[in-house]
Structure formats: C-alpha cells, structure tokens
C-alpha cells in the first residue's frame, strides 16, 4: 500500500523560518498627524459652526418731537388750586389799580373786567382742584377793591363793604360762571373716564 507523507507547513521563505531582523538605529518615527482637516497648503481647516439666530442690535429710540406750538392758539396751563386763587387775585388787584387810574374807580368797568378773569380761572385750574375756582373767585373780587376805596384804614374798610354789597351782582356773576364751568369739566372728566374704563383691552 502506497503511504502519503505529511508535510509539516513551512513559513515565511524557502530558505526558512522567517526571522525579525533587527532595525538600524536611528531618530525614532513621529507619528504622522491625520490629513483630515486639513485644507490646502497644509493649514488646519475649523469646522464650520451651524449658523444660529443672529441678533439684530435694537434701534435706537430717539425721543418723540415736541408738538408744535399751533398759530393762534390759546395757552392752556394747568394751575393747582393755590396757583388759581394768586392768579385771580393777582388780576383782580392789578385790574382794581388801573380802573382807579383810568377810569375814575368805575366799579361797573371793574365787574365787567372781573368776569373773564372767572373764566380764566375755571378754565386753566387742573382738574384734582376744580371745585377750588368758585372758593377762590369772591375772595379775588374783594381784593381787587382795595385800590377803588379811597381814604384812610377806616374810609377804606367802609368803601370795601358798600362796594360790595352795591356790586353783589357782579360778584354773584362770575362766581356763578366759574361754578358752570367747573361743572361741565367735571362732567367731561367722569365721562372720559368712563369711556377709558370701558374700553376692551387691546
């Protein structure tokens, strides 16, 4: 019978077994750093990040313009109920002089004067002192008879009494003005406010 040799695998060369030859010596190899991520020329290349939201700076505010003065219009201040009454005293003083220099100390010239300023005085009052303006309108009224009344201290008080109680009409005039006016702002206040109030918001 024939018998079949087995051969023993034979590794690396014929000549024989393979050998790890030694290596020269020399500098020791750095290790090559990866070409990813790097562009041309050899540069690094930075991710390129996900754009985010950009915010928009927020522009600048600039300040409301101030409303022209309108041609022909009226001032309109804003008196407190202090302010009213020396504003009406004030008039009625220096209406009192000039009637007594002009006119002779004509008390009707001084009650027909003596009504715009009730007006005045109802109108320009701010509306928290409203129901100051007929309280401070009589008081205004006698301080402007101080320059009418001739004499002395006595003459004077004495002048000041029968002027008003001769000119009670003027006085009771521009009281009742002052008080109609105040009345209907009044009204116009409640009624805005209401109308504020009772607006659906927004």
């Given at each position: 019978?024939?018998q079949?040799?087995?051969?023993?695998?034979?590794?690396?060369?014929?000549?024989?077994?393979r050998?790890?030859?030694?290596?020269?010596?020399?500098?020791?190899?750095?290790?090559?750093?990866?070409?990813?991520?790097?562009?041309?020329?050899?540069?690094?290349?930075?991710?390129?990040?996900?754009?985010?939201?950009?915010?928009?700076?927020?522009?600048?505010?600039?300040?409301?313009?101030?409303?022209?003065?309108?041609?022909?219009?009226?001032?309109?201040?804003?008196?407190?109920?202090?302010?009213?009454?020396l504003?009406?005293?004030?008039?009625?003083?220096?209406?009192?002089?000039?009637c007594?220099?002009?006119?002779?100390?004509?008390?009707?010239?001084?009650?027909?004067?003596?009504?715009?300023v009730?007006?005045?005085?109802?109108?320009?009052?701010?509306?928290?002192?409203?129901?100051t303006?007929?309280?401070?309108?009589?008081?205004?009224?006698?301080?402007?008879?101080?320059?009418?009344?001739?004499?002395?201290?006595?003459?004077?008080?004495m002048?000041?009494?029968t002027?008003?109680?001769?000119?009670?009409?003027?006085?009771?005039?521009?009281t009742?003005?002052a008080g109609?006016?105040?009345?209907?702002?009044?009204?116009?206040?409640?009624?805005?406010?209401?109308?504020?109030?009772?607006?659906?918001?927004?």
């Amino acid at each position: 019978m024939e018998q079949y040799r087995t051969r023993s695998p034979q590794y690396g060369t014929r000549h024989g077994p393979r050998r790890d030859r030694p290596r020269p010596p020399g500098p020791p190899r750095q290790p090559v750093p990866s070409q990813a991520g790097r562009g041309a020329g050899g540069e690094p290349v930075r991710a390129a990040r996900p754009p985010g939201p950009q915010r928009r700076p927020a522009p600048a505010r600039r300040p409301a313009p101030a409303p022209a003065p309108t041609a022909g219009r009226l001032p309109n201040p804003r008196l407190t109920g202090l302010g009213s009454g020396l504003f009406c005293a004030v008039m009625m003083f220096l209406l009192g002089a000039l009637c007594s220099a002009l006119f002779g100390a004509s008390l009707t010239a001084y009650g027909v004067l003596f009504l715009p300023v009730c007006v005045l005085t109802a109108l320009w009052v701010r509306p928290g002192d409203l129901m100051t303006a007929p309280v401070v309108v009589p008081i205004a009224f006698a301080a402007g008879l101080l320059p009418l009344a001739e004499g002395g201290t006595g003459s004077r008080l004495m002048g000041l009494m029968t002027a008003l109680a001769t000119q009670a009409g003027w006085l009771y005039g521009g009281t009742l003005i002052a008080g109609l006016i105040v009345i209907v702002r009044r009204i116009r206040l409640v009624h805005r406010r209401r109308t504020a109030g009772a607006r659906p918001p927004v």
